[in-house]
């Protein structure tokens, strides 16, 4: 996959279901990065607005990041071959009160 998708491509998901668009959760972790994740929109990465991979930490977290989106509809995709950093800006996760927040691996902790 080699273009990508945007947030926005994202949110055209819900707000337009009568188009079959498919919404794949991509395991993207290895090593000490186990448990993190990708979203594709119709074969191309998820992207946040600064250009990096939006990657979550944790299935819960990309569940909720669905729901929020308004996505009903996904299904699991290949894992991703390519390294994958959560050191760039673009990692999510849950906090304590299971608000979305940048993840702390991402912002150096």
């Known amino acids: 996959?080699?273009?990508?998708?945007?947030?926005?491509?994202?949110?055209?998901?819900?707000?337009?279901?009568?188009?079959?668009?498919?919404?794949?959760?991509?395991?993207?972790?290895?090593?000490?990065?186990?448990?993190?994740?990708?979203?594709?929109?119709?074969?191309?990465?998820?992207?946040?607005?600064?250009?990096?991979?939006t990657v979550f930490h944790g299935m819960s977290t990309v569940l909720h990041f669905l729901k929020l989106a308004g996505v009903r509809a996904f299904e699991p995709g290949l894992p991703r071959r390519e390294p994958v950093s959560c050191g760039g800006g673009a990692c999510l996760c849950l906090d304590g009160r299971r608000k979305l927040e940048r993840c702390a691996r991402a912002a150096g902790s």
Do not use: K, Q, Y
């Open 1 to 53: 996959m080699d273009n990508i998708a945007t947030w926005l491509d994202l949110a055209l998901v819900s707000a337009r279901p009568e188009r079959a668009r498919t919404v794949r959760i991509h395991d993207v972790g290895s090593g000490a990065r186990r448990n993190c994740f990708a979203l594709s929109v119709e074969n191309r990465w998820l992207h946040a607005g600064g250009g990096e991979l």
